[in-house]
């Protein structure tokens, strides 16, 4: 069983739209919840981080957990082109004292003008 | 956030040699990692670089292919061995905070063994 999974996509959406990112992680003690953006040949950049259930805002991202369904969105609102990128959830599950992190396949968004 | 570079930023390398990277952390960094992805597909945890001591290797990495130093605080080095194609990948170094889940990435070594 996969620990975090995404849809990998890839996920289309115009400009100006709400372009809308799910995950689903199996260990239910997970504490930590990440989404990193990556662009092609670029490493990991962390936008997002969210801990407790209900929603994160900053900017046009939203964060969204629910921990009773083992659920975690990412919202981008007002999408524009230079959102395209890969996205990223990354799970740190609970007693992982070495800061392990599992990390998602990732879902390639594409916002065209 | 956490300042991580890395070196060198990409290489081609020859079947059968082997390739050190090195990752200098800033001081806000107590906990460093190395990664590995390969084409088109996520993060994949190599080890955790222990400062002074072994590393701690994920399932499927052994230390006489990837061996790992950490001498000080605020530095790393992995190298990887004995190349084969099949090791042409990016290497992110990671580096963690004390007291914090986040995690920051270097920007990555493109290796192509030929």
């Known amino acids: 069983q996969k620990e975090v999974e995404q849809n990998s996509g890839p996920l289309s959406v115009p400009e100006g739209a709400i372009a809308s990112l799910n995950c689903t992680y199996s260990d239910r003690g997970s504490q930590s919840f990440f989404w990193y953006r990556q662009y092609s040949g670029k490493s990991p950049e962390l936008i997002m981080s969210i801990y407790s259930n209900g929603d994160k805002e900053d900017g046009r991202f939203t964060a969204q957990l629910n921990k009773a369904s083992q659920y975690v969105s990412l919202l981008i609102r007002d999408a524009q082109p230079s959102d395209s990128a890969t996205y990223l959830c990354?799970?740190?599950?609970?007693?992982?004292?070495?800061?392990?992190?599992?990390f998602g396949r990732g879902t390639q968004l594409t916002v065209w003008p | 956030s956490a300042v991580i570079s890395q070196k060198p930023s990409r290489d081609i390398c020859q079947r059968g040699t082997s390739l050190t990277i090195q990752c200098q952390v800033d001081s806000q960094v107590t906990m460093m990692f190395w990664y590995r992805q390969q084409p088109g597909q996520s993060l994949t945890l190599i080890a955790t670089a222990n400062q002074g001591s072994e590393a701690t290797y994920e399932s499927g990495f052994v230390i006489d292919k990837f061996p790992i130093s950490r001498p000080n605080l605020t530095f790393s080095t992995l190298t990887v061995s004995n190349m084969s194609p099949e090791d042409s990948s990016i290497y992110l170094c990671s580096g963690r905070g004390r007291d914090t889940d986040t995690q920051y990435f270097g920007p990555g070594t493109r290796l192509t063994v030929l």
């Open positions: 990354v799970v740190k599950n609970r007693g992982s004292t070495l800061g392990r992190l599992y």
